[in-house]
């Protein structure tokens, strides 16, 4: 047993080797050229910083561009060209900042509000609303940078909200935290003066994470929203609601679990992140060929916080290693879902979480 153990170790001690070469430089890439068309945002740890800071890249590139010093990024720009961030600071508070999508025109929003903590900020799509998550359990809504509505104070810490593709709804979770039940998913309308509760549901089990801050998430025509969840049957189920009526769905993922799931263009398809970290391709239509590797794991890694970009064949992702789970200890990387035999390309390392600018004229 002790050999097996030595083994095992000096296996990691390899990868975390291999981890520390990519390490050196948040800006190091593969061939610039295989990526996609469509700017990716990311928040990484730049060399010798003690600060994150928030970079874009796109396909002309040979490099990224440093945007924001001091920044950590929740969500994708908005179609107006915004970016929202956190800034944490050495005293230990925190700033929620909206600015241009190049990082110029900084402002604080809401800087001298009864908030002690700000845990997290995401802009909608068409740049209307920013969610903020303050005070351990409360979910605020920033409406035009000027008006403040709590909407809830039982969000459940330890997740995110997720705005509707087209800015209008936001779907969240409520209850103690990740680990105690009741837990419910609930859906807003924005579109009012007054946000307006469309349905709040009880979730048949726990909502399920490998590590940190799950979030649900929406179908294209913003419609049904889809979060993970483990039952007591230690069965992880894919599940499904909408605002419209009572409409819920499930499906079982047995053999390796799920922890995120995000909704294909295909009915009963899903793109996943397993309970052992690999993002998967989970049909309900197929019986025998259910499921498909798009990255594995290998054992030793996360593939957390996966970004899919369907129209463009790609998924972006963070890998965490097992034995570093610390916020910018990740790599970001890049895979095409259309090629079986696509290797992940390494975009850059320190990594936290990266997005999509799908908006890109």
């Given at each position: 047993?002790?050999?097996?153990?030595?083994?095992?170790?000096?296996?990691?001690?390899?990868?975390?080797?291999?981890?520390?070469?990519?390490?050196?430089?948040?800006?190091?890439?593969?061939?610039?050229?295989?990526?996609?068309e469509g700017d990716i945002y990311f928040t990484a740890l730049p060399v010798n910083a003690t600060e994150p800071?928030?970079?874009?890249?796109?396909?002309?590139?040979?490099?990224?561009?440093?945007?924001?010093?001091?920044?950590?990024?929740?969500?994708?720009?908005?179609?107006?060209?915004?970016?929202?961030?956190?800034?944490?600071?050495?005293?230990?508070?925190?700033?929620?900042?909206?600015?241009?999508?190049?990082?110029?025109?900084?402002?604080?929003?809401?800087?001298?509000?009864?908030?002690?903590?700000?845990?997290?900020?995401?802009?909608?799509?068409?740049?209307?609303?920013?969610?903020?998550?303050?005070?351990?359990?409360?979910?605020?809504?920033?409406?035009?940078?000027?008006?403040?509505?709590?909407?809830?104070?039982?969000?459940?810490?330890?997740?995110?909200?997720?705005?509707?593709?087209?800015?209008?709804?936001?779907a969240f979770f409520e209850g103690k935290d990740l680990y105690t039940s009741p837990q419910y998913i609930v859906?807003?309308?924005?579109?009012?003066?007054?946000?307006?509760?469309?349905?709040?549901?009880?979730?048949?089990?726990?909502?399920?994470?490998?590590?940190?801050?799950?979030?649900?998430?929406?179908?294209?025509?913003?419609?049904?929203?889809?979060?993970c969840i483990e039952t007591l049957e230690r069965i992880d189920l894919i599940y499904s609601t909408s605002f419209?009526?009572?409409?819920?769905?499930?499906?079982?993922?047995?053999?390796?679990?799920?922890?995120?799931?995000?909704?294909?263009?295909?009915?009963?398809?899903?793109?996943?992140?397993?309970?052992?970290?690999?993002?998967?391709?989970?049909?309900?239509?197929?019986?025998?060929?259910?499921?498909?590797?798009?990255?594995?794991?290998?054992?030793?890694?996360?593939?957390?916080?996966?970004?899919?970009?369907?129209?463009?064949?790609?998924?972006?992702?963070?890998?965490?290693?097992?034995?570093?789970?610390?916020?910018?200890?990740?790599?970001?990387?890049?895979?095409?879902?259309?090629?079986?035999?696509?290797?992940?390309?390494?975009?850059?390392?320190?990594?936290?979480?990266?997005?999509?600018?799908?908006?890109?004229?």
């Amino acid at each position: 047993m002790k050999e097996c153990r030595h083994v095992w170790k000096t296996f990691l001690i390899v990868i975390d080797f291999v981890v520390l070469l990519f390490a050196c430089d948040p800006c190091k890439y593969d061939n610039i050229y295989s990526f996609p068309e469509g700017d990716i945002y990311f928040t990484a740890l730049p060399v010798n910083a003690t600060e994150p800071s928030i970079f874009q890249i796109d396909i002309n590139q040979s490099n990224p561009k440093e945007l924001i010093k001091n920044g950590k990024l929740y969500s994708a720009p908005s179609r107006d060209n915004k970016l929202v961030f956190v800034r944490d600071y050495s005293t230990g508070s925190q700033d929620v900042i909206l600015s241009n999508i190049d990082g110029s025109n900084q402002r604080i929003i809401a800087g001298s509000f009864h908030w002690y903590s700000r845990d997290f900020a995401i802009i909608s799509s068409n740049g209307s609303f920013i969610a903020i998550g303050a005070n351990g359990n409360e979910l605020w809504i920033v409406k035009n940078e000027t008006t403040y509505l709590k909407i809830s104070n039982n969000f459940c810490k330890g997740t995110l909200p997720s705005f509707s593709p087209d800015g209008s709804k936001i779907a969240f979770f409520e209850g103690k935290d990740l680990y105690t039940s009741p837990q419910y998913i609930v859906i807003s309308y924005l579109g009012s003066e007054q946000p307006q509760t469309l349905c709040k549901k009880v979730l048949p089990g726990n909502v399920a994470e490998l590590y940190g801050e799950p979030s649900p998430n929406w179908s294209n025509d913003n419609v049904f929203v889809y979060c993970c969840i483990e039952t007591l049957e230690r069965i992880d189920l894919i599940y499904s609601t909408s605002f419209e009526g009572s409409y819920e769905k499930t499906w079982e993922v047995e053999f390796v679990g799920c922890v995120e799931a995000l909704p294909s263009s295909r009915e009963n398809v899903f793109y996943t992140v397993g309970r052992d970290g690999s993002i998967w391709i989970v049909n309900f239509n197929e019986l025998t060929k259910r499921f498909q590797f798009i990255s594995l794991s290998g054992g030793y890694s996360y593939n957390l916080f996966p970004k899919l970009y369907e129209e463009k064949k790609y998924i972006l992702y963070t890998r965490f290693y097992r034995d570093e789970l610390t916020q910018f200890s990740g790599t970001l990387e890049i895979i095409n879902i259309s090629d079986n035999k696509a290797k992940p390309i390494i975009i850059g390392s320190n990594v936290f979480r990266a997005f999509w600018n799908k908006f890109k004229g």
